[in-house]
């Protein structure tokens, strides 16, 4: 094997899967990122981005040097795999540790004195025998030989087919865009391409050609500062968007953040006559956030009202504005008018991604709750919106009962829903009669499942406002669109048609005499 393949195999070894090498210069600045293949051809000092089962840690002082030796021990003895390299300058080493709980080799490092600094994983690192850019040579110093290091540096990452085929949802975010008006701006789709390229194996060369190809419509903040906007150069933006791209939480890290946040809502009682609101924004929030693969949720106030079965978008903008006084939510304003403000639910779970493409909540999906008739998204049901469904409070108390082990008391519920007794008997009374509740001696239990909810939102007419505030959003949205276009270019405004506009009267006064229907209010509301 010669030194060319040597140094190949072992970077292989080492890179993170898909990634590049960049070249480093002789002023020890960063250079061209290439392939790892075009890097080793070059003869030039390079460095790769490290696979997650490898802790590395850069060994430059005596004591650094000493606190590796100590941390090499701790990782023997716990049967790990370790990898000593001199890396060049006289006294200065590389070590390799092999682990699938990185951060537990970390936090030991830390305890023998290997500082953060010296803490390569998350840096790069110039791959065992590469060459140093002062001509230097490195070394193997336990084991000696390339074959053991190997075995110890594990199989390669690099060109794993795992990560070779892209999702249709990617391809469509770097070809057309955001067409679905899911991230909050140009930057955030950029971030979002990275690091869905980067969950896929493929490296900066990869994104940097989807980014600055003119006929890819994701690259639109790339042209914007190639064409002379804000300060920061082009390149130097999509350096810092890719590097950025690998602190992104994956999906079940997304998931398992936002499920932290929906067992807090459900830990507290949301007291007060806006409480069920809020709760329901915080909720909806959750669901959206877990359907979008995003923690950094910049949803319009009908979106949010559509899945927290609320009637009024200024219901919903009163509860952000509560959440965000109350400390459960931190709002970012949006730089553009008419574009929605960003919520995030904090600093620990403040990280946006876009790994995999979710399924929105839309029409067919706002009735059957599935198997999650257990948790917390049945509040969400139409069947519990208030007016033309059973309303929130009742729903939260249907809630509460139906995960009780046992009947139970009116005390003991009211206890549990953290309400007034009087009321809560009231609520038993109403799910009782809608087939919810049933009453034996002086207990009460839940009945029905997500059938009967169904059925009752259809029967009660919730579904059918719930279809009618989404097709209202829907026009609301389509006029402001228009209005958009109509000012910049007033010469496109189409002549009105006589016929057009008799229609949309007969279609207002249809949707009128519904909603007069459903409210229980005669058609005619003055003689």
Avoid at 312 to 318: A, I, L, M, N, P
Wanted: proline share 4%; aromatic share 6%; charged share 25%.
């Amino acid at each position: 094997m010669t030194v060319g393949s040597e140094v190949l195999v072992l970077a292989l070894a080492v890179v993170k899967a898909g990634g590049n090498a960049m070249l480093i210069n002789e002023d020890n600045s960063g250079g061209d990122w290439v392939s790892v293949e075009e890097a080793v051809g070059s003869g030039r000092a390079f460095m790769v981005g490290v696979k997650p089962s490898l802790a590395v840690f850069d060994l430059d002082t005596p004591e650094l040097v000493e606190g590796g030796e100590r941390l090499r021990e701790w990782a023997e003895a716990e049967g790990l795999p370790t990898l000593l390299v001199e890396s060049g300058r006289v006294g200065h080493r590389h070590l390799y540790v092999r682990s699938e709980y990185r951060d537990r080799v970390l936090g030991q490092a830390l305890s023998f004195g290997i500082s953060k600094d010296a803490h390569r994983h998350n840096k790069g690192v110039r791959p065992p025998l590469a060459p140093h850019r002062k001509g230097l040579s490195g070394a193997l110093i336990a084991p000696e030989t390339v074959q053991e290091a190997l075995e110890v540096l594990g199989p390669g990452e690099h060109d794993d087919s795992r990560y070779r085929n892209l999702p249709a949802w990617l391809v469509s975010l770097i070809s057309d865009g955001d067409t679905d008006g899911r991230y909050s701006g140009r930057s955030p789709m950029a971030l979002a391409i990275a690091s869905g390229l980067r969950r896929c194996g493929y490296g900066f060369t990869a994104f940097r050609a989807a980014m600055t190809n003119r006929g890819n419509r994701g690259g639109a903040k790339y042209f914007a500062l190639l064409d002379g906007e804000g300060n920061e150069n082009p390149d130097g933006f999509l350096v810092r968007v890719w590097e950025k791209s690998a602190d992104q939480w994956s999906p079940e890290e997304i998931a398992a953040g936002i499920a932290v946040v929906r067992a807090r809502v459900g830990s507290v009682a949301w007291s007060g006559r806006t409480g069920n609101t809020d709760r329901s924004v915080m909720l909806a929030l959750c669901e959206l956030g877990t359907t979008s693969a995003t923690t950094a949720m910049a949803f319009g106030v009908r979106r949010i009202a559509e899945a927290a079965n609320l009637g009024s978008d200024k219901t919903v903008r009163g509860a952000l504005g509560r959440l965000v006084d109350a400390g459960w939510l931190i709002r970012e304003k949006a730089s553009d008018s008419g574009d929605a403000d960003t919520f995030r639910f904090g600093p620990e779970t403040g990280k946006v991604t876009a790994l995999i493409s979710s399924p929105h909540i839309d029409k067919r999906t706002m009735c059957g709750t599935d198997d999650h008739i257990g948790d917390d998204r049945v509040l969400m049901h139409p069947v519990f919106r208030n007016g033309s469904g059973l309303g929130k409070s009742r729903g939260r108390t249907w809630f509460v009962l139906n995960q009780m082990d046992n009947p139970a008391t009116v005390k003991e519920i009211a206890e549990a829903v953290g309400g007034d007794r009087r009321t809560i008997d009231r609520h038993l009374n109403v799910l009782a009669d809608h087939g919810l509740a049933v009453k034996t001696g002086n207990k009460w239990a839940a009945t029905g499942d997500y059938h009967r909810l169904d059925e009752l939102a259809i029967e009660l007419g919730a579904i059918d406002r719930v279809v009618q505030q989404m097709e209202s959003h829907e026009r609301q949205r389509h006029g402001y669109r228009t209005a958009l276009r109509l000012a910049k270019n007033p010469q496109s405004i189409p002549p009105v048609d006589a016929d057009d506009s008799a229609e949309e009267d007969m279609r207002d006064w249809q949707e009128e005499q519904e909603l007069l229907h459903h409210l229980g209010l005669p058609s005619e509301l003055y003689p």
